[in-house]
């Protein structure tokens, strides 16, 4: 879909698929799926979104559904609203020297999706699955990318998480015993401080787990842009 319409369109599947059957004829009101797919139809041939990703109308229209699913289900949808939001204040797709690097945010964007399914810290709904996520998740960052207005630094955990992997580097060679210690210390201290609230569906062990997979993430994503730090 188009950055600048992503969220938009996002929206308007999950309207579609939550509102009631209208009577009406024709299969775009034969059920929420079907009303998504013309949705999807019809704003292609406005030009409100284009096809993505190599895919065919069909594909593309049960992407669409698959779209609708996860902004339906709250808990998914907020993960991967708010770590789109941080990969796109913390990674973005560029080299240190400003020149273009998408790939090298991809990857990193795919890596936390894989992550954090692994660390069930997010749920693939049903009747997705884990490429759709990373599709949206890798669409919600394109649009974030061009944001031109004042926002708040969301990629503040990242950044600190970070941090604790450029001090356990010494002469480009990084010390992940030391790396990984410091950062289940932060995790755990933030759970016992009552800063970081955890649902209970997650335990301090899983946070910490998922915590050291982003260290490992956004440090494969700084030597693929030549950055020393985020």
Not at 62 to 68: F, L, N, P, Q, T
Not at 178 to 188: L, Y
Request: with cysteine; glycine share 6%; charged share 10%.
């Amino acid at each position: 879909m188009n950055s600048k319409n992503i969220v938009l369109a996002g929206v308007c599947l999950w309207l579609v698929s939550a509102a009631p059957p209208l009577r009406a004829q024709g299969n775009c009101v034969s059920g929420p799926d079907a009303a998504v797919e013309c949705f999807v139809g019809n704003a292609v041939r406005s030009n409100l979104v284009t096809v993505q990703y190599g895919m065919t109308m069909s594909q593309f229209k049960a992407y669409g559904v698959s779209v609708s699913k996860i902004v339906q289900q709250q808990p998914t949808a907020l993960a991967v609203v708010g770590l789109a939001s941080a990969v796109a204040d913390a990674l973005p797709p560029t080299n240190v020297n400003g020149s273009a690097n998408a790939a090298a945010q991809t990857a990193a964007v795919n890596a936390i999706v894989d992550a954090g399914i692994a660390d069930d810290f997010i749920t693939v709904p049903t009747e997705t699955n884990s490429q759709d996520l990373k599709w949206f998740s890798l669409d919600l960052v394109k649009a974030m990318n061009t944001n031109n207005g004042i926002l708040l630094s969301p990629g503040t955990m990242l950044r600190v998480i970070d941090s604790y992997v450029v001090t356990a580097t010494t002469s480009g060679t990084v010390n992940w015993t030391q790396a990984n210690s410091g950062i289940a210390t932060m995790i755990a201290n933030f759970a016992s401080a009552g800063l970081l609230k955890l649902p209970a569906t997650i335990s301090t062990a899983q946070a910490i787990q998922f915590a050291q997979s982003l260290a490992q993430i956004t440090y494969t994503y700084r030597t693929a842009t030549g950055r020393t730090s985020l």
